[in-house]
């Protein structure tokens, strides 16, 4: 009897190869993203070049790469790998992010990751959850692009109030001073992976204290991207 572990997780059809956690028929039909300025993640028209938002105030990061817009089914797929208590999502949807770095990478000359960081959960929330799901993106995705996951070098000292129900000035105030790095990243290229990001908050206070350390690039890897802020 086939499990869940081999049945598209969208259409229930079964896999030839339960990894892909997705069937190409469904593959096919997922969210495309508007054209986007490659720094901020935004809908811009300006191609390969920084948008204007960029130009202006440049984010602490150099590069944003997302699976898939905010939109159904994939975020669907994210609140029940989030809050539903299904870990077991992790693989098919750090699949998806892996395609998606692939292209940009082939399109930009991205640069390897040599450093692969996960944002981390505060230790209440951990324990109240039982995971960090953007540790558990984070593992297959470091072994397929042969690069170093670090889980404890990011640590959330500062227990906050839950972003989604703050205004982005809120949401900026919340995390001052929420993060720390403990770790040697000087000269290094990082990956920081988030499941979900909104306004950027969250990627921007950590990008922050990683610029402090003297990495060499960073790129903001998520498998959601809010287009609206």
């Known amino acids: 009897m086939l499990t869940i572990a081999s049945r598209c997780w969208l259409c229930q059809c079964p896999l030839?190869?339960?990894?892909?956690?997705?069937?190409?028929?469904?593959q096919k039909t997922l969210p495309v993203a508007p054209p986007c300025c490659l720094r901020c993640g935004l809908p811009s028209?300006?191609?390969?070049?920084?948008?204007?938002?960029?130009?202006?105030?440049?984010?602490?990061?150099?590069a944003m790469i997302f699976a898939s817009p905010y939109e159904m089914p994939v975020s669907g797929l994210v609140?029940?790998?989030?809050?539903?208590?299904?870990p077991e999502l992790d693989t098919a949807l750090a699949r998806l992010l892996l395609l998606r770095w692939q292209e940009r990478y082939r399109l930009c000359s991205l640069p390897r990751p040599d450093v692969l960081l996960s944002v981390p959960l505060h230790q209440r929330r951990y324990f109240s959850r039982?995971?960090?799901?953007?540790?558990?993106?984070?593992?297959?995705?470091?072994?397929?692009?042969?690069?170093?996951?670090?889980?404890?070098?990011?640590?959330?000292d500062r227990r906050t109030t839950s972003q989604q129900s703050l205004t982005e000035r809120e949401r900026k105030w919340n995390l001052r001073k929420a993060f720390t790095c403990h770790v040697s990243l000087r000269d290094k290229h990082v990956m920081l992976l988030d499941d979900v990001v909104t306004?950027?908050?969250?990627?921007?206070?950590i990008s922050k204290i990683l610029r402090n350390h003297g990495v060499a690039s960073i790129q903001i890897a998520c498998i959601c991207r809010t287009l609206q802020t």
């Open 130 to 156: 039982g995971y960090n799901q953007s540790e558990l993106l984070a593992k297959p995705l470091a072994r397929w692009l042969h690069c170093d996951y670090l889980p404890d070098a990011l640590s959330r």
């Open 45 to 62: 028209s300006g191609g390969r070049t920084d948008c204007g938002r960029c130009l202006l105030k440049p984010p602490p990061w150099d």
């Open 79 to 86: 609140l029940r790998f989030k809050f539903s208590g299904q």
């Open 199 to 205: 306004t950027g908050s969250t990627v921007r206070e």
């Open 16 to 26: 030839h190869l339960a990894v892909q956690g997705i069937c190409s028929l469904c």
